[in-house]
């Protein structure tokens, strides 16, 4: 099967990570109508090429959460909903949603669970379905996923098979949530043999990200949703990149105008890719660079070891070592984005792992397809292909380097 690559370039490595790159040498980005510039943008609309689906809007803003309740209503109309928020988002941020929504006029149901990817599990949603079918929800009420990627997963999965499908609305809590996690309508729980093997297509009818929520946010979790941007500029858009490592100091200051830029332009790289594949048989596979290899060192290391946004960086870093020596990406490329990710506080390498667990953790991937693991490999900074031709070989090599290799300096 073919898939579309974006053009991307190899350029001289800047003396300085913060210094901007000329504008004669970005790569074009027109393909997918993401700008080569940073302008503030407070709405963007995601817009499947592929029918049933209907378009939705993603509003990025600071303080929209006390909307929250005549922003769902204008979505999904109806006499109740529930929201669904995990322990720790709650303390900050529940009364005051509930309390929007209840203004609204809604009647809200709560459902809270503990904090944690080990909580994202089928047990957990049996439990919201639990409190959701004996409070009399009905077809027509939506849920609310208020949390970072966790709850979002559990709370669309759950929305997705209660009543055959209700409503859903995300309001993210987390960087990585809102430029990630929260759009494009993957929702699901993961299984002892891997991440995310239980799931669903179920897209939202809105997604409301305030800037403002992100204050509470600790700053470990901010490096990881660094981590997904990060990602995104790999992919599709080096300025986004030249952005991230201008922007640091105020995107760890939470600076709301900084914020608002970097998640509207991040969204607008995912929701151009989910537009065009919703269901990810072809493009929106490059969306999981880094992730493949990531998966399997969350699994093996495990969820309270290893954050998401962490094992992401880690696996961006094992796919491009195996980009490189393919040839498909220059030493270059591949030492900026190490040291990107390492100005961001993310980790680069390893200690130590069980190599052979983790390869094993790999062939259990829903990404195999037709027994041959798929790879996402960056070509340069702003590109990246879809290979399944990816031997045992290489991929140990990936991994690998993550112990052995050389730290970037």
Same mark, same amino acid.
């Given at each position: 099967?073919?898939?579309?690559?974006?053009?991307?370039?190899?350029?001289?490595?800047?003396?300085?990570?913060?210094?901007?790159?000329?504008?004669?040498?970005? !790569?074009?980005?027109?393909?997918?109508?993401?700008?080569?510039?940073?302008?503030?943008?407070?709405?963007?609309?995601?817009? !499947?090429?592929?029918?049933?689906?209907?378009?939705?809007?993603?509003?990025?803003?600071?303080?929209?959460?006390?909307?929250?309740?005549?922003?769902?209503?204008?979505?999904?109309?109806? !006499?109740?909903?529930?929201?669904?928020?995990?322990?720790?988002?709650?303390?900050?941020?529940?009364?005051?949603?509930?309390?929007?929504?209840?203004?609204?006029?809604?009647?809200?149901?709560?459902?809270?669970? !503990?904090?944690?990817?080990?909580?994202?599990?089928?047990?957990?949603?049996?439990?919201?379905? *639990?409190?959701?079918?004996?409070?009399?929800?009905? @077809?027509?009420?939506?849920?609310?996923?208020?949390?970072?990627?966790?709850?979002?997963?559990?709370?669309?999965?759950?929305?997705?098979?209660?009543? @055959?499908?209700?409503?859903?609305?995300?309001?993210?809590?987390?960087?990585?949530?809102?430029?990630?996690?929260?759009?494009?309508?993957?929702?699901?729980?993961? #299984?002892?043999?891997?991440?995310?093997?239980?799931?669903?297509?179920?897209?939202?009818?809105?997604?409301?990200?305030?800037?403002?929520?992100?204050?509470?946010?600790?700053?470990?979790?901010?490096?990881?949703?660094?981590?997904?941007?990060?990602?995104?500029?790999?992919? @599709?858009?080096?300025?986004?990149?030249?952005?991230?490592?201008?922007?640091?100091?105020?995107?760890?200051?939470?600076?709301?105008?900084?914020?608002?830029?970097?998640?509207?332009?991040?969204?607008?790289?995912?929701?151009?890719?989910?537009?065009?594949?919703?269901?990810? #048989?072809?493009?929106?596979?490059?969306?999981?660079?880094?992730?493949?290899?990531? #998966?399997?060192?969350? /699994?093996?290391?495990?969820?309270?070891?290893?954050?998401?946004?962490?094992? /992401?960086?880690?696996?961006?870093?094992?796919?491009?070592?195996?980009?490189?020596?393919?040839?498909?990406?220059?030493?270059?490329?591949?030492?900026?984005?190490? @040291?990107?990710?390492?100005?961001?506080?993310?980790?680069?390498?390893?200690?130590?792992?069980?190599?052979?667990?983790?390869?094993?953790?790999?062939?259990? *991937?829903?990404?195999?397809?037709?027994?041959?693991?798929?790879?996402?490999?960056?070509?340069?900074?702003?590109?990246? /292909?879809?290979?399944?031709?990816?031997?045992?070989?290489?991929?140990?090599?990936?991994?690998?380097?993550?112990?052995?290799?050389?730290?970037?300096?």
């Amino acid at each position: 099967m073919a898939y579309k690559q974006v053009a991307g370039t190899n350029f001289p490595l800047a003396t300085n990570l913060y210094a901007p790159i000329a504008q004669s040498r970005l !790569p074009h980005l027109a393909q997918n109508d993401v700008s080569a510039t940073m302008p503030a943008m407070s709405t963007i609309w995601l817009k !499947p090429e592929h029918r049933p689906l209907e378009p939705y809007a993603i509003d990025v803003a600071a303080g929209i959460l006390a909307n929250l309740g005549p922003m769902v209503r204008q979505h999904a109309p109806a !006499p109740s909903c529930g929201i669904v928020s995990d322990s720790i988002v709650a303390k900050h941020h529940l009364a005051a949603a509930v309390a929007s929504l209840q203004s609204a006029g809604y009647r809200v149901v709560e459902f809270v669970f !503990p904090a944690g990817e080990a909580n994202k599990t089928l047990a957990t949603v049996s439990r919201g379905l *639990d409190c959701f079918l004996a409070a009399r929800l009905e @077809r027509k009420s939506p849920i609310v996923a208020l949390g970072g990627g966790v709850v979002g997963d559990l709370a669309g999965f759950i929305a997705a098979t209660l009543l @055959r499908g209700v409503p859903f609305v995300q309001v993210p809590t987390s960087l990585l949530a809102a430029v990630d996690a929260s759009v494009g309508g993957k929702v699901g729980v993961d #299984h002892a043999v891997g991440k995310n093997l239980i799931g669903a297509f179920h897209q939202p009818r809105a997604v409301i990200c305030d800037v403002e929520l992100l204050r509470s946010l600790p700053d470990v979790e901010l490096r990881c949703g660094l981590a997904e941007c990060v990602k995104h500029g790999i992919i @599709r858009d080096v300025v986004l990149l030249e952005f991230i490592a201008a922007n640091t100091q105020d995107i760890f200051r939470r600076d709301a105008k900084i914020l608002t830029d970097l998640i509207a332009q991040n969204v607008r790289i995912k929701a151009a890719i989910v537009s065009e594949d919703p269901f990810e #048989h072809g493009v929106r596979a490059l969306l999981n660079l880094g992730h493949t290899f990531g #998966h399997a060192l969350e /699994v093996v290391i495990g969820y309270e070891n290893l954050k998401h946004g962490e094992a /992401v960086a880690l696996g961006t870093v094992a796919a491009a070592h195996v980009a490189v020596q393919r040839k498909m990406l220059s030493p270059q490329d591949a030492h900026y984005i190490e @040291r990107l990710l390492q100005s961001l506080g993310l980790p680069t390498r390893l200690a130590a792992m069980d190599i052979n667990d983790v390869l094993a953790a790999m062939a259990g *991937d829903k990404k195999v397809v037709d027994g041959r693991l798929r790879l996402i490999l960056p070509t340069g900074l702003g590109a990246a /292909v879809i290979i399944d031709s990816a031997s045992a070989a290489e991929v140990r090599s990936g991994l690998e380097y993550l112990i052995t290799g050389p730290i970037c300096g």
